[in-house]
């Protein structure tokens, strides 16, 4: 008898599984499932996997010392991080804006002047048009005294712009109606005595001329050039009920370009350039052309070049390994927007940019599954061993799902990557390993809805949605209502919630309901069914997906609620039966990678027998 660990480290969880080995035969004894401690394949993974042993072994109701052996997978870590497709930071010269959206301006329209304090509109003349900055020390019946004289001395007030949440007040205190921006937190920073244009939408609209680079050209008088310029400004300002557009002196803000730069992708035969601001899917296209991917990198002094070198400098932190032996072996692209701070901005202001996300799987010289190896042997005495392709072992783990049999292809999406692995009937296999999976549709959600919280990301990737309409009742995202006999806490009323085991989380975001659950689905199928379809492209015995009859679903993103449908719709199209495997009849569509490495332990010693005489 034998007491084997099979131990799974993926970029999220690790998972183990002890089987004791008789005869020929496998009883599993216990499972286990614990967060992996720093990057995947790094040694920092060692805390993670001395805790998930403990824990199985604790289950199995023996000691980590009474294992005979411990085998681990062979994987490569996959990093993500997003490249911009046209600037790092947005460019503005010669103005200044205010598009913060006040919940509740005052007045109504559009207002172009010279900026003044309050304090200075007595020493204004008669028709000048002014547009008053109303610091937070005065009052609104003060300030609206103040300008209503102003408005009889013949001044020409056209806007006002108040640091306190003053706008309705002064608004109903005027004598005519202009627009009012208030709430303006660092109304000390608005230039004096510069031209400015105010423009306030009625409730339930949204501003037309400053969310139009055309409109602000025409208030200013801008040249073709300096059109050019303020397009980042129009865009920031778009959907928002009030704005200010302030020109500031010539070199006042400073504009600074970073491009976007270009990609060489390098094939054991040949390399190709590709510019990253063509997009996501061009550069799937020369990622395709070019596999299998020897190295990836990008132009210096570009956003992509800066990306692709963090990637390496931070894995060979982490191994201890020079930067050159540090390969990028695969690459997943996808489109996507992502908000940039607008230079000039006075209220925090974004401006959405076309993005392209990039994950990355970095190789390097020597494995660092066998550095973590060599480590768990000292600490633990007990011999520890690298066992094999993680897809490969997937598949000997998945062919232990009930009504499963060879030939079948296994889809193991995690956090980081998505691995397939096809098996024939003669039980010949072929595998994939490639870049991309939960991790990165996390950080879509996370830049798409600009939440800047990845676990809030995280648990809008994995749970339901719903609107909280009432006290006592909310409206499901796929449009039923459920009713609560007990009031639900004031917080959550009006408020878009992620629907938790634990209870409801609200979502701190304006976007809606539908467009939350828009821009999640979104998210899913640009990784997920991108990443199955050329995935099982590869691995197809004819490279075409319509030869494969059945594909199993396995690992953590097999769990989601909504990913198995997207992936089982889509494979039904191409008529492919899947669905989501459960390991040993009984763990789900995890622990098929550990469950692998026992079982391939028996071929490993040349011991008769397999998955089908496993024993439960």
């Not at 800066?306 to 894995?315: A, N, T, Y």
């Not at 990028?328 to 996808?334: C, G, N, Q, R, S």
């Not at 622990?591 to 998955?611: D, F, P, Q, R």
């Amino acid at each position: 008898m034998i007491l084997v660990a099979g131990v799974d480290v993926g970029n999220k969880t690790t998972e183990v599984t002890i089987g004791e080995i008789n005869n020929g035969r496998v009883r599993f004894l216990a499972s286990a499932l614990v967060a992996t401690t720093g990057i995947k394949g790094t040694t920092y993974n060692v805390a993670g996997i001395r805790k998930g042993l403990e824990l199985a072994a604790h289950k199995a109701g023996i000691q980590v010392s009474d294992l005979e052996l411990v085998r681990l997978n062979e994987a490569a870590p996959v990093i993500g991080d997003v490249a911009m497709e046209t600037i790092t930071e947005t460019i503005i010269t010669e103005s200044t804006m205010i598009g913060h959206n006040p919940a509740t301006p005052g007045g109504l329209g559009l207002g172009v002047g010279m900026t003044f304090l309050i304090s200075d509109l007595p020493v204004c003349q008669a028709g000048e048009k002014v547009i008053v900055i109303v610091p937070g020390v005065v009052d609104f019946v003060n300030a609206a005294n103040s300008i209503n004289q102003a408005i009889t001395k013949g001044v020409d007030v056209q806007a006002v712009i108040a640091q306190r949440d003053d706008g309705v007040l002064i608004a109903n205190r005027l004598e005519k109606v202009i627009p009012i921006v208030d709430e303006v937190r660092f109304i000390e920073k608005i230039p004096i005595k510069m031209q400015a244009a105010v423009e306030v939408a009625s409730q339930g609209q949204t501003i037309k001329t400053l969310s139009n680079p055309y409109g602000i050209a025409t208030i200013f008088n801008l040249n073709p050039e300096e059109t050019k310029l303020v397009v980042p400004v129009a865009k920031a300002l778009m959907g928002n009920r009030s704005a200010v557009v302030i020109r500031t002196p010539q070199g006042d803000v400073q504009a600074r370009r970073i491009p976007a730069g270009k990609l060489t992708i390098i094939g054991a035969k040949y390399r190709q350039e590709i510019d990253v601001g063509m997009g996501a899917k061009e550069i799937m296209q020369v990622v395709g052309q070019i596999s299998p991917i020897e190295d990836v990198t990008g132009e210096p002094g570009t956003n992509v070049g800066g990306m692709l070198e963090r990637v390496k400098q931070v894995m060979g932190e982490l191994t201890g390994q020079d930067t050159g032996g540090i390969k990028i072996k695969d690459l997943l692209a996808v489109d996507t927007m992502v908000s940039q701070r607008v230079q000039g901005g006075l209220a925090e202001e974004l401006a959405f940019e076309n993005a392209v996300a990039l994950a990355a799987m970095v190789k390097t010289s020597q494995l660092p599954m066998r550095q973590i190896a060599h480590l768990l042997k000292e600490e633990l005495g007990i011999p520890v061993e690298v066992a094999g392709v993680e897809a490969e072992m997937a598949v000997l783990g998945a062919l232990t799902t009930p009504g499963t049999q060879k030939p079948l292809v296994i889809l193991d999406m995690g956090a980081g990557s998505t691995d397939a692995a096809f098996i024939g009937k003669e039980g010949e296999v072929r595998s994939i390993h490639l870049a991309g999976a939960g991790d990165m549709v996390t950080m879509l959600i996370n830049s798409e809805l600009q939440l800047n919280d990845l676990p809030l990301a995280e648990d809008i990737k994995c749970y339901p949605l719903a609107k909280v309409e009432s006290l006592f009742h909310i409206r499901l995202e796929d449009g039923s209502v459920k009713f609560f006999s007990t009031p639900l806490p004031a917080k959550l009323f009006a408020r878009v919630v992620v629907l938790k085991e634990e209870g409801m989380l609200p979502i701190p975001t304006r976007h809606s309901l539908e467009e939350i659950h828009l821009v999640r689905q979104e998210a899913k199928q640009k990784v997920f069914i991108t990443n199955s379809l050329r995935a099982l492209e590869l691995v197809s015995p004819t490279k075409n997906i319509r030869s494969i009859d059945f594909v199993v679903l396995v690992g953590g993103s097999a769990l989601d609620f909504e990913i198995p449908t997207l992936i089982s719709k889509k494979l039904a199209e191409l008529g492919v039966v899947c669905g989501a495997g459960n390991i040993r009849g009984t763990e789900g569509p995890r622990n098929a990678v550990a469950t692998g490495l026992v079982l391939s332990y028996l071929k490993h010693v040349n011991v008769a027998g397999g998955a089908g005489n496993l024993g439960h």
